[in-house]
């Protein structure tokens, strides 16, 4: 059994998945991040690869991108300061990146790697279900990862069902269309909510986008099993001098 198996075995309400930009806000933070996400409460780290051109991503989590890259952050960095994290981070961490890369990289190469580091799965928002089902997945399942697909309020019962059954661990529900980090009525989703869960899919789902604080968190764990902070934790880190406070504040701000 998976991380992520157990972790919605053991706790299947308002689970929480922070997003984290690997390289950010110094090229040595990652691990300290890590530590910290555990120890505030996180049940599961997204770690974000940076890459020059996010499509998914809006302007924070760009900027944290853009900053990680000029510190020096790269798959092969990261994989580097990964070495060993298992000794104290039990809780699942997942590699959250885009396809040019990890192609450049390698994409069985990053797998194994991944695996071999101690990441639990990958989320990649451009890598299509036709790729995946007929070229990548393979690596993915040889290497014992979980892969998470996005579902957005405009797609479809029958695609969502098909991008279920392809998943393992979550159902990551994008609450909108647009990118990360856009204020958005968490009340507007709430329909689309309740529409996958009366789907009764095999994976739990996790709402993502817009989840910025106690009453959004909330609002979408009303409705989901959890939900996935980004851009409100990367604007907390900007300017911290502690890390480790700073997360601890934030986190107790969302889940006391």
Request: charged share 20%.
């Amino acid at each position: 059994m998976s991380r992520l198996q157990q972790l919605f075995q053991q706790k299947s309400k308002r689970v929480l998945n922070v997003y984290c930009t690997a390289g950010y806000p110094g090229l040595d933070s990652t691990a300290e991040v890590l530590d910290a996400l555990q120890a505030a409460g996180a049940d599961i780290v997204e770690l974000g690869m940076p890459y020059s051109d996010p499509l998914a991503d809006g302007p924070v989590i760009q900027h944290s991108s853009t900053v990680a890259l000029q510190n020096g952050m790269t798959i092969q960095t990261l994989f580097k300061q990964l070495q060993g994290f298992r000794s104290s981070i039990r809780i699942p961490v997942l590699l959250m990146g885009y396809m040019n890369p990890v192609l450049q990289y390698g994409f069985e190469k990053f797998c194994a790697n991944a695996a071999a580091a101690g990441a639990d799965g990958l989320i990649i928002p451009d890598l299509p279900e036709y790729e995946f089902e007929t070229e990548y997945g393979k690596f993915i399942k040889k290497h014992g990862l979980d892969f998470i697909f996005l579902v957005t309020p405009e797609t479809s019962e029958e695609r969502v069902r098909r991008l279920d059954k392809l998943s393992s661990g979550f159902l990551y529900a994008v609450t909108s269309s647009s990118t990360t980090g856009r204020d958005k009525n968490i009340h507007d989703v709430v329909s689309y909510l309740e529409r996958l869960k009366d789907y009764q899919l095999k994976n739990p789902v996790l709402a993502g986008f817009g989840i910025k604080d106690k009453q959004t968190f909330e609002a979408a764990c009303m409705h989901a099993s959890g939900a996935i902070i980004g851009s409100a934790y990367i604007k907390a880190l900007e300017h911290t001098k502690d890390i480790n406070q700073t997360t601890q504040l934030f986190l107790n701000a969302i889940l006391k």
